[in-house]
């Protein structure tokens, strides 16, 4: 089992190391010039306008982290998507179709974790943490 995982451990080791030598030519032999105008801070192009340290909303970050929340949760329908069959069959899985008789395991499942989603959902429409309009 450790032979399957050597290449791995080489790649990485080799990655490391090569990153590691011109991390150190890069300090050695760099041009080392500190200007006013490579000192000051850059935004996009743009020249920076008041203080970074500005405090944003408190909405901002609700909208963030609730984006966060929405967005992992979705993605957990993809593996259900892919195991749909397994988990609504009750003996094997042959060539795709079910040999036996068939549950509604995986789509109860499912329809728990989309109301529990949508009950999600719907609070912090209801609490006015995201509107549209």
């Known amino acids: 089992m450790t032979v399957s995982y050597t290449p791995v451990l080489v790649a990485l080791i080799f990655g490391g190391v090569f990153g590691l030598i011109f991390l150190g030519l890069a300090i050695a032999f760099g041009p080392k010039h500190e200007t006013a105008e490579k000192l000051a801070p850059f935004e996009c192009g743009s020249e920076p306008i008041g203080s970074p340290r500005v405090r944003f909303s408190v909405k901002f970050y609700q909208v963030a982290i609730l984006f966060l929340v929405f967005d992992i949760e979705s993605a957990f329908l993809y593996p259900w998507a892919i195991l749909y069959r397994k988990l609504s069959c009750t ?3 042959v ?3 079910c040999a ?14 989309l109301l529990v989603l949508v009950a999600a959902l719907a609070y912090t429409w209801k609490k006015k943490a995201i509107g549209w309009g």
Do not use: N
């Open 91 to 93: 003996g094997a899985v």
């Open 95 to 97: 060539a795709g179709t």
């Open 100 to 113: 036996s008789g068939i549950t509604f395991f995986g789509l109860t499942e499912m329809l728990v974790f």
